[in-house]
């Protein structure tokens, strides 16, 4: 079993989703510890109902990036963690702190990478009339919204969509990949070559691309 960090900004609903995965066994992993740039982020309280120790690094109280990125990592490396993740944490990171977990920090983003990075994803998916849109979890590397890719889930674009019920489908598929990406980490199964995930045996084929909705349609 793996140890975690889980970095938020805000309600933390994929934090929900892998404290309920930590508990009931489907995800091999124990979250040692719950930090947050924001001291109102509502994630803590949801750790903290969890019983998982809680942090907060506020950014506002740092003159520089590099500053709030030295006090992050000497929080983090408070807890020894094999693994740190984002979830929903919303500031760049440097690449002195992102060189510093190499191959050990994970993030999940709102679009089929490398489309849409960035904010507003599915605000952008419907402009650019996309019929597939999804949700990406990949190994975090110094360039924003990119490094290789684990898992994606992709999600049928309605022609009746707005931005809300888009982002509301694609949420509920981060729900179900973010712990399957660390449960294989934590298995061990995953293996970097050449900037590229690979998956060991029995799942063959490297990154998978899971699509329920469009194999049920």
């Not at 989703?17 to 510890?33: E, F």
Request: with cysteine; proline share 6%; hydrophobic share 50%.
């Amino acid at each position: 079993m793996i140890t975690l960090v889980i970095l938020i900004s805000g309600r933390g609903s994929n934090l929900t989703s892998l404290l309920n995965a930590a508990a009931s066994g489907a995800m091999p992993a124990r979250i040692v510890g719950v930090i947050s740039n924001r001291p109102d982020a509502l994630g803590l309280q949801t750790a903290e109902a969890h019983g998982v120790p809680t942090c907060v690094i506020d950014h506002r109280g740092f003159a520089e990036r590099e500053q709030f990125d030295v006090a992050l990592a000497a929080a983090i490396d408070g807890f020894a963690p094999d693994l740190v993740v984002l979830a929903g944490f919303m500031r760049i990171l440097g690449k002195a702190f992102v060189r510093r977990y190499e191959n050990r920090l994970i993030n999940i983003h709102p679009s089929l990478l490398p489309a849409f990075p960035g904010l507003h994803t599915h605000r952008r998916a419907l402009a650019e009339g996309v019929r597939i849109h999804g949700c990406t979890v990949h190994f975090v590397t110094p360039d924003l919204d990119h490094g290789p890719v684990i898992v994606q889930a992709a999600v049928p674009v309605l022609d009746d969509d707005d931005e809300a019920t888009l982002a509301a489908r694609v949420l509920a598929q981060e729900h179900q990949v973010y712990p399957l990406a660390v449960r294989w980490f934590a298995e061990g199964r995953l293996r970097l070559r050449d900037g590229r995930v690979s998956l060991d045996a029995p799942q063959a084929g490297g990154v998978v691309l899971i699509a329920p909705q469009l194999v049920a349609g």
